[in-house]
Every structure is written in C-alpha cells, then in structure tokens.
C-alpha cells in the first residue's frame, strides 16, 4: 500500500522540519522511481523565497532522485465562479449573475473566501430558501454593502469571534485533540471538565 505524507503551509517549514523530509526523501528506497511513497507539500505562492534550502530540496527532483510534478491551485474567474454559485443554489447561473459578480467582486475568486462567504451570508439571513419561492433568494443591496477584508484569514478570525463565549470555549477545548472526536470522548470530557460541548455546538 502506497504511504502518503501531506505537509501543509511549507512557507512556514523551519529548517530542522526540512531537514527532517530532505532526510526522508532521501532515504534508498523512498527515493526510488517505483517507491510506494506519495510525498505531497503545500505552499501560499508569493510567501517564500525560492533561493532557500526548502527550494532546494523539495522542489529540485534531481537533488532528491525522485520524480515531482508541481500543481499551481489559481483563483476562480468570474465564469468558474458563477458556475459554481449557480450549481451550489441549483438555479439557472441567469438568475444567479447578479449574486455571482458581487460575490466574485469580494472574494477575487478564492474558493475559500466564496464558500466562508457565502456560509457566512446564509448565518446572517441575506442569502435564504424561500418555502413559497421554492428557490433561494438573497438581498444585493446589504451584500454589496457588506464590509468585508481583503485577507482570508482575518474574515475567517473575525466569523470565529462572532461565536458565542460558550461555542468559543468547546471549540477550544476540541480544537487539542485534532479535526473530529468520537461523541464518547465528548461525553468522557464534559463530565471531567463539567461542559457542556455537544449541546453548545448544536
């Protein structure tokens, strides 16, 4: 079976973590052409310097004897992006233009910022089913309106504060034990710690 490791944010790898994979990818037998290793790295475009030694040795195949294949992940245009709208509110992308260019204008096409987004404007009620309409419908005037940042991670920061003090806090205590946990766990660590997760985050 075929051994996969994912590294994410290599921007910010230190140099004891690159000499860790460099180790690793070097390794006979893990460098070999028909090796049942999948190394897979992931990095922001634009936040590293490409003379460093992470450059060097993960991104040289010839310096690790492997073969490599590089994946550029671009933004959304506005014809991507008004197919993926249309597509997530089953409407023709006619009826869905008008949302799709405001949504396109806010985000520039990043797929995380349009689906935190548009969570985001079905939380705060501007994006909605209507029961008689039989479809969604949504308010351009206050979309359009909406203040938003230009940076991902602080729209995302600032949804996260908009939570409750009691969302916060069991997001925080799961948050130590990685992305999921069984609902026994849970219910082992709300009797220690006298919380009540589950029903916070319901």
Request: a neutral charge.
């Amino acid at each position: 079976a075929t051994v996969t490791l994912c590294l994410d944010d290599l921007q910010w790898a230190d140099t004891a973590s690159i000499a860790a994979v460099k180790q690793l990818l070097s390794t006979d037998g893990f460098a070999q052409q028909n090796s049942h290793f999948f190394f897979l790295g992931c990095y922001r475009e634009g936040e590293t310097d490409n003379s460093n030694s992470l450059w060097k040795t993960l991104c040289n195949s010839d310096i690790v004897n492997a073969r490599s294949t590089d994946v550029t992940l671009c933004c959304m245009d506005d014809v991507a992006l008004a197919t993926m709208v249309s597509e997530t509110l089953c409407l023709s992308p006619r009826l869905t233009r008008s949302l799709s260019n405001i949504i396109y204008h806010k985000t520039k096409g990043n797929p995380l910022f349009v689906s935190r987004l548009m969570i985001s404007l079905s939380k705060e009620g501007l994006l909605r089913p209507s029961l008689s309409r039989r479809r969604w419908e949504w308010d351009e005037k206050k979309i359009q309106c909406q203040k938003l940042s230009d940076d991902v991670a602080i729209f995302l920061t600032k949804s996260m504060e908009s939570l409750s003090d009691d969302v916060k806090s069991s997001l925080c205590v799961l948050s130590c034990f990685g992305s999921s946990a069984e609902s026994t766990f849970i219910k082992t660590l709300e009797k220690v710690l006298k919380l009540n997760i589950l029903t916070n985050l319901d």
